[in-house]
T-cell receptor, first 111, second 112 residues
Framework: GDSVTQMEGPVTLSEEAFLTINCTYT??????LFWYVQYPGEGLQLLLK?????DKGSNKGFEATYRKETTSFHLEKGSVQVSDSAVYFC??????????FGKGTLLTVNP | NAGVTQTPKFQVLKTGQSMTLQCAQD?????MSWYRQDPGMGLRLIHY???????DQGEVPNGYNVSRSTTEDFPLRLLSAAPSQTSVYFC???????????FGPGTRLTVL
């Protein structure tokens, strides 16, 4: 079945540091890929998405590229801020809008 | 436009009690779903609905019932709560054309 593996957290960075959160997937066919963000005490918000190979999703300075050859969708940001502290989830949709999530990565950014 | 709303925000039940978690959306989305979030496990799909009158099981449906009498509402019922159902529950609705799901703020449920 479908699965998503993302790097274990927690990840702690200083403000303005470079962020990478790795995500790899196993799926049948050609899934859509997503990154969701969950701020403390809130629900999940869509951060970015990509629907086909080599697509790059981007939003709020975050980027991720759909790499079919390596089945990866790594999240990157060049300069993190304290306000980026949250839990980040990688997810895929390969069949009829049912999302499969990774376990989540807690990011803490210190001033 | 309130988006996806869930009630209650918090609930404590005793083993064997029943309750309904409410979910409503005002975006006229056909597709709605329920997920549970457990520490270290991400979110897992419980049930989903592709429109009024149509529901189906997700990955972890046991112990839960759903119905979809209107486009707006998608309640989740626990008939006999068990400690294993202690979790945070999220409802979502989907804009299919944009391939984007919108999540509610969640219900934190504790079963003693």
């Amino acid at each position: 079945g479908d699965s998503v593996t993302q790097m274990e957290g927690p990840v702690t960075l200083s403000e303005e540091a470079f962020l990478t959160i790795n995500c790899t997937y196993t799926a049948t066919g050609y899934p859509s890929l997503f990154w969701y963000v969950q701020y403390p005490g809130e629900g999940l918000q869509l951060l970015l998405k990509a629907t086909k190979a080599d697509d790059k999703g981007s939003n709020k300075g975050f980027e991720a590229t759909y790499r079919k050859e390596t089945t990866s969708f790594h999240l990157e940001k060049g300069s993190v801020q304290v306000s980026d502290s949250a839990v980040y989830f990688c997810a895929l949709d390969s069949s009829n809008y049912k999302l499969t999530f990774g376990k989540g990565t807690l990011l803490t950014v210190n001033p | 436009n309130a988006g996806v709303t869930q009630t209650p925000k918090f609930q404590v039940l005793k083993t064997g009690q029943s309750m309904t978690l409410q979910c409503a959306q005002d975006m006229n989305h056909e597709y709605m779903s329920w997920y549970r979030q457990d520490p270290g496990m991400g979110l897992r799909l419980i049930h989903y609905s592709v429109g009024a009158g149509i529901t189906d099981q997700g990955e972890v449906p046991n112990g839960y019932n759903v119905s979809r009498s209107t486009t707006e509402d998608f309640p989740l019922r626990l008939l006999s709560a068990a400690p294993s159902q202690t979790s945070v529950y999220f409802c979502a609705s989907m804009n299919i054309a944009a391939n984007e799901q919108f999540f509610g703020p969640g219900t934190r449920l504790t079963v003693l």
